[in-house]
Nanobody
Framework: QVHLVESGGGLVQAGGSLRLSCKASGRSFGTYTMGWFRQAPGKERKFVAAIIWDRGNTVYAASVKGRFTISRDNAENSVYLRMDSLKVEDTAVYYC?????????????????WGQGTQVTVSS
């Protein structure tokens, strides 16, 4: 079992930055691929970024590539999402997820564990 807790959300003006954190409890954090997804009101949860468990390769949605950076610290059992040049359309609840083993990291259905989410609101 893996328990995930997100933090770092808040209200920021367009063009600003935020850093989200996701703290995991449980064993073998380093063997999980970690992903960030987001869900805007009335919309489906969508992939944002993922970091692969073994080599640390990263994958980004086209809408955030070049603005967001995912990273992890296995010693701290944590994954982070640095968000720069924020836009109003980035407003959503952001969730971190964990998946073990080979998977399609962009598919929400692949993930085994989820956090409760943290709200990010970008004002114009």
């Amino acid at each position: 079992q893996v328990h995930l807790v997100e933090s770092g959300g808040g209200l920021v003006q367009a063009g600003g930055s935020l850093r989200l954190s996701c703290k995991a409890s449980g064993r073998s954090f380093g063997t999980y691929t970690m992903g960030w997804f987001r869900q805007a009101p009335g919309k489906e949860r969508k992939f944002v970024a993922a970091i692969i468990w073994d080599r640390g390769n990263t994958v980004y949605a086209a809408s955030v590539k070049g603005r967001f950076t995912i990273s992890r610290d296995n010693a701290e059992n944590s994954v982070y999402l640095r968000m720069d040049s924020l836009k109003v359309e980035d407003t959503a609840v952001y969730y971190c997820g964990a998946v073990r083993g080979p998977s399609s990291v962009v598919r929400m259905e692949e993930y085994n564990y989820w956090g409760q989410g943290t709200q990010v609101t970008v004002s114009s």
